[in-house]
């Protein structure tokens, strides 16, 4: 935190910051896989992270106080330093720690936090899911390609929905009328053979493993990946639907709006991208190395 690493019970900030007081910040989670065969962990993209933060931070006008090799060496240091042996999720957060007000423009700190995480779903039972009647956010209200804390308020409202009339999660629809994305997921959808996912102009998170996932299927798997906008009515009719995120990893839909997703169980695109991506997070596969980065070995 602030250039220091600190236990966790010292990672303090002002009570009265903006960050504190109006969830002024930007962040990025990044997971790190222990690669079994090596004993050595591996953290998945990176450089990617810290280049949306960046963009994040540009737009809601907070200034970071340190260059790209320096958020890359400290991420290193500090996980590095806590001797993790197993997956993990890592949150870099730009926030603001000083009294202020939320409307002005900040040089900003940066905390990293590494904390032990498995998977988030069992990614081969599948959820339910329905759509939710809160609307995504958009570039009208708030920017949904930042990822702010703020936005999280949104995915908030949907998922207690959906709780609490028991599904698992929650589908939204845009401003237009489309499929969006899911809380703190991407959506793809599996229609006669063919893969497809909403647009970054439907009110999505340019999505870092979305965007990993488009390249493995076209590129490793050889399949037809198409990006256009999705009526609510094809959620119900289509083959197979997965939602995918750094923290939701892969996870088939089983069900919306308690219709069932083609034969009710995980479907073999899902099966064959699920497959390959945590092959290529785990390093076991030679293509895409670009992506992976040995936390030993540095």
């Not at 590095?80 to 957060?93: C, G, P, S, W």
């Not at 949104?154 to 028991?166: F, I, V």
Request: aromatic share 8%; net charge neutral.
């Amino acid at each position: 935190m602030a250039g220091n690493l600190l236990p966790a019970e010292e990672a303090k900030i002002h009570a009265l910051s903006p960050t504190c007081q109006y969830g002024l910040n930007v962040f990025e989670v990044v997971r790190c896989y222990l690669n079994s065969a090596n004993n050595e962990l591996l953290a998945f993209r990176l450089k990617d992270h810290y280049e949306r933060i960046l963009q994040s931070a540009k737009v809601m006008r907070l200034r970071p106080k340190y260059t790209l090799p320096e958020m890359q060496n400290a991420f290193i240091k500090t996980i590095v330093a806590n001797r993790y042996m197993e997956d993990i999720t890592a949150r870099i957060v730009f926030f603001v720690n000083e009294f202020g007000s939320w409307n002005s423009e900040y040089d900003c700190e940066m905390l990293i936090a590494p904390i032990p995480r498995g998977r988030a779903y069992d990614s081969d039972a599948g959820i339910t899911c329905c759509v939710s009647s809160w609307e995504r956010i958009s570039d009208k209200s708030l920017p949904p390609r930042v990822k702010a804390g703020p936005n999280y308020i949104n995915s908030r409202m949907a998922q207690l929905e959906a709780k609490n009339n028991g599904f698992d999660s929650a589908l939204f629809l845009n401003r237009e009328g489309k499929v969006s994305e899911a809380p703190g997921s991407c959506i793809f959808i599996v229609r006669r053979g063919e893969l497809i996912t909403p647009p970054v102009t439907a009110s999505i998170l340019e999505s870092i493993t979305r965007d990993t996932i488009i390249k493995i299927a076209r590129h490793d798997l050889g399949l037809s990946v198409v990006e256009r906008d999705v009526d609510r009515t094809e959620l119900y009719i289509c083959d197979e639907i997965f939602l995918c995120g750094t923290t939701m990893e892969i996870v088939p839909v089983l069900s919306v709006d308690k219709v069932t997703v083609g034969d009710g169980k995980e479907g073999p695109l899902t099966k064959a991208v699920k497959q390959k991506y945590f092959d290529v997070v785990r390093g076991k596969v030679d293509a895409h190395k670009e992506w992976v980065l040995y936390l030993d070995k540095n």
